[in-house]
């Protein structure tokens, strides 16, 4: 049973294009969070949600909007696709929202290739 | 930018030795935590480590934490072949509200 899941795995796709991706924890977690990842593998967090309310939005362009249907959800969208915008995508989700941070559980995964 | 830094930037090690890396992070601290990601894989969380906490054990895994250099140090014992990974240190401000930095990771490789 996977515990955080993304899909797609891969994902190439021309510039200029609208994409999405999507994310599911089964773990009864409330706080969500996405993840980019460079190609020199430096981790920056994006954006994290608690029950469905944005917590955390960090500098990320506003091409990148993220959406909770539900806190077992987290999608982000990406419109207008860059060359710069190719790395690994990682949603991650944890049980609560603390003062701190607690331990985050990852997924998989998303490979984005923009051409 | 960066709170976490890791080093050494790579490690190469013969199974059966121990591998140890360090992590250097530069404001005050709730926690901090170590992952694990093997190639092509998500992180996998190992042992977080609380600033009132000088020392922790998991398994082959000692973590250490030093506030007062802003350091800690991952050590794996008896090192095998399929601890081949990048190793992540990333650290919780106080008040950061789930919000970790990463560093850029130890690359370590065991070989057989």
């Known amino acids: 049973d996977t515990a955080v899941s993304q899909t797609p795995k891969y994902l190439v796709t021309q510039m200029g294009n609208d994409k999405s991706i999507k994310c599911e924890q089964n773990?009864?977690?409330?706080?969500m969070y996405w993840y980019k990842q460079d190609s020199k593998k430096f981790l920056k967090i994006m954006f994290s949600?608690?029950?469905?309310?944005?917590?955390i939005n960090e500098t990320v362009p506003n091409r990148f909007s993220p959406k909770s249907p539900d806190k077992a959800h987290l999608n982000l969208h990406i419109n207008s696709l860059e060359l710069g915008d190719s790395a690994v995508y990682f949603c991650?989700?944890?049980?609560?929202?603390?003062?701190?941070?607690?331990?985050?559980?990852f997924g998989p995964g998303t490979r984005l290739l923009v051409l | 930018s960066q709170q976490g830094e890791e080093d050494p930037q790579a490690l190469s090690i013969q199974e059966g030795e121990n591998a140890t890396m360090n992590c250097s992070y530069k404001?005050?601290?709730?926690?901090l935590q170590w992952y694990r990601q093997n190639s092509g894989r998500g992180l996998v969380h190992l042992i977080l480590?609380?600033?009132?906490?000088r020392e922790k054990h998991s398994g082959r895994l000692r973590v250490t934490l030093d506030t007062s250099k802003k350091s800690s140090s991952l050590l794996i014992t008896a090192s095998r072949a399929a601890d081949t990974a990048s190793y992540f240190c990333?650290?919780?401000?106080?008040?950061?509200?789930?919000?970790?930095?990463f560093g850029a990771g130890t690359q370590v490789v065991v070989t057989p």
């Open positions: 991650a989700s944890s049980q609560a929202l603390s003062g701190g941070a607690e331990t985050q559980y």
């Open positions: 773990l009864g977690h409330d706080t």
């Open positions: 949600y608690n029950n469905k309310e944005l917590i």
């Open positions: 404001t005050s601290i709730n926690n």
């Open positions: 480590i609380r600033s009132n906490e």
């Open positions: 990333a650290t919780a401000a106080v008040g950061s509200w789930g919000k970790l930095q």
